[in-house]
């Protein structure tokens, strides 16, 4: 079972910036592919940014990308989340999510149905 615990949310300004933290409490031998998603009331969990379990491979969805940056240390068990350039858009509750990868896979995944290991929470709320 993994259990994921986000920190780092809270209030910012317009062209600020927050950073995120996700630490996973697994195994040492369990690798993770890990991601971020964003919640918003009435609406689907939209994807932000994910990462491979050695880092190498990322992506982002179009309305993050070039302000957001998603990486990771596996050493401290910990995704993190660097959000600059925040816009009154990015508001909403984070989600980290994870899931089990072997050690022949190396990949990302921007779909939501794969990650079967999720976290409370960090609300971001970005004022105008």
């Known amino acids: 079972q993994v259990q994921l615990v986000e920190s780092g949310g809270g209030l910012a300004q317009v062209g600020g910036s927050l950073r995120l933290s996700c630490v996973a409490s697994?195994?040492?031998?369990?690798?993770?592919?890990m991601a971020w998603f964003r919640q918003v009331p009435g609406k689907e969990h939209k994807f932000v940014a994910a990462?491979?379990?050695?880092?190498?491979?990322?992506d982002y969805s179009d309305s993050v990308r070039g302000r957001f940056t998603i990486s990771r240390d596996n050493r401290k068990n910990t995704a993190y989340l660097q959000m600059n350039n925040l816009k009154p858009e990015d508001t909403g509750v984070y989600l980290c999510?994870?899931?089990?990868?072997?050690?022949?896979?190396?990949?990302?995944?921007?779909?939501?149905?794969?990650?079967?290991?999720w976290g409370q929470g960090t609300q971001v709320t970005v004022s105008s």
């Open positions: 697994v195994r040492t031998s369990t690798r993770l592919a």
């Open positions: 999510a994870a899931y089990v990868v072997d050690y022949s896979s190396d990949y990302t995944s921007n779909i939501l149905s794969d990650y079967d290991s």
């Open positions: 990462i491979s379990w050695s880092g190498g491979s990322t």
